[in-house]
């Protein structure tokens, strides 16, 4: 049997993240310092004192949900791991577990990737929902059918656990979709506290930038295969990272598929490194009979 070590996204963030690393573990505080100098300003202090409203801003969330997964990881000591995943944003942090990308490289497409997506929440309001408790077909089927008809986009986004698919989008298609879901049957469509519609073809202005960082970067052969959101199947060729990594920006992030790709090839215990408990609680949803745990 096989271990998995995975990463979370956006969304795990809190106040005070990476403080107990940073004072207790030497390494971990040169990572942190070496950070500071890279983004040229100092997010560990933003981490460790700022606000809830300071860290929810997407330049600010992802370089920081990145650098608490990372250094928790690498203060773990000599780590093997026979997979790797990452939702979403952590699928960077899943990277440089797997040796694919090195840290430096890696904050800097966090960065780059953050600001990008940034720009293109501001460019048009879009946002997402939660549909809860109701098949993925169906929230896909109107998914299409709001989109079709009112020309809005509105498209499945986080296929997080069965009965949580999350949706994004335009705001006027959400809030159509929302109400069609709960119609169809959901428990609930709750549109989310988030700035865009990412995950959906409304990223798309993003997409060109950060796929020039993305072509610029070498990517190393991995020492470990990763288990990429858009596919939701193992990857190990450099090459292929790539690509998969510019089109998640657009595409569907399909965890729930991803975690059981992993337990087909093999994983039975998942350890999350980084900030909160998301990615467990996902993956006992997903897989009951693994073996989960967490790393911080």
Same mark, same amino acid.
């Given at each position: 049997?096989?271990?998995?070590?995975?990463?979370?996204?956006?969304?795990?963030?809190? %106040?005070?993240?990476? !403080?107990?690393?940073?004072?207790?573990?030497?390494?971990?505080?040169?990572?942190?310092?070496?950070?500071?100098?890279?983004?040229?300003? +100092? =997010?560990?202090?933003?981490?460790?004192?700022?606000?809830?409203?300071?860290?929810?801003?997407?330049?600010?969330?992802?370089?920081? @949900?990145?650098?608490?997964? &990372?250094?928790?990881? #690498?203060?773990?000591?000599?780590? $093997?791991?026979?997979?790797?995943?990452?939702?979403?944003?952590?699928?960077?942090?899943?990277? &440089? *577990?797997?040796?694919?990308?090195?840290?430096?490289?890696?904050?800097?497409? @966090?960065? =780059? $990737?953050? !600001?990008?997506?940034?720009?293109?929440?501001?460019?048009? %309001?879009?946002?997402?929902?939660?549909?809860?408790?109701?098949?993925?077909?169906?929230?896909?089927?109107?998914? *299409?059918?709001?989109?079709?008809?009112?020309?809005?986009?509105?498209?499945?986004?986080?296929?997080?656990?069965?009965?949580?698919?999350?949706?994004?989008?335009?705001?006027?298609? =959400?809030?159509?979709?929302?109400? +069609?879901?709960?119609?169809?049957?959901?428990? $609930? *469509?709750?549109?989310?506290?988030?700035?865009?519609?990412?995950?959906?073809?409304?990223?798309? %202005?993003? $997409?060109?930038?950060?796929?020039?960082?993305?072509?610029?970067?070498?990517?190393?052969?991995p020492i470990c295969p990763v288990c990429q959101n858009v596919v939701a199947r193992a990857v190990a060729d450099p090459s292929e990272i790539r690509k998969n990594l510019i089109d998640q920006l657009t595409g569907a992030v399909r965890w729930t598929q991803s975690v059981?790709?992993?337990?087909?090839?093999?994983?039975?215990?998942?350890? #999350?490194?980084?900030?909160?408990?998301?990615?467990?609680?996902? &993956?006992?949803?997903?897989? !009951?009979? *693994?073996? @989960?745990?967490?790393?911080?």
């Amino acid at each position: 049997m096989k271990h998995a070590y995975i990463f979370p996204g956006q969304g795990s963030q809190f %106040p005070g993240m990476g !403080k107990a690393l940073y004072d207790n573990n030497s390494l971990a505080k040169e990572y942190f310092e070496n950070a500071n100098d890279i983004l040229g300003f +100092r =997010i560990s202090d933003t981490m460790f004192a700022g606000t809830d409203d300071d860290l929810k801003r997407t330049d600010i969330t992802q370089p920081a @949900v990145f650098l608490h997964s &990372v250094i928790a990881y #690498e203060t773990i000591g000599d780590v $093997r791991p026979d997979m790797v995943a990452g939702h979403s944003l952590g699928e960077f942090s899943a990277l &440089v *577990a797997n040796k694919a990308l090195n840290f430096e490289d890696a904050l800097q497409l @966090v960065s =780059i $990737r953050a !600001k990008a997506m940034q720009k293109a929440c501001e460019i048009q %309001p879009s946002t997402m929902a939660a549909v809860l408790a109701l098949a993925d077909e169906k929230v896909e089927q109107v998914c *299409a059918e709001v989109s079709a008809e009112t020309g809005e986009v509105v498209v499945p986004a986080n296929y997080n656990c069965p009965g949580q698919l999350v949706i994004s989008g335009s705001i006027k298609g =959400i809030e159509i979709a929302c109400e +069609r879901m709960k119609a169809a049957g959901a428990k $609930r *469509a709750l549109v989310l506290p988030v700035g865009g519609a990412f995950h959906s073809p409304l990223m798309a %202005p993003a $997409r060109q930038e950060l796929a020039a960082a993305i072509e610029a970067i070498i990517f190393n052969d991995p020492i470990c295969p990763v288990c990429q959101n858009v596919v939701a199947r193992a990857v190990a060729d450099p090459s292929e990272i790539r690509k998969n990594l510019i089109d998640q920006l657009t595409g569907a992030v399909r965890w729930t598929q991803s975690v059981q790709a992993m337990v087909a090839d093999g994983a039975n215990e998942f350890t #999350e490194v980084g900030p909160g408990k998301v990615l467990q609680g996902l &993956v006992q949803k997903i897989h !009951k009979e *693994a073996e @989960v745990n967490g790393i911080s």
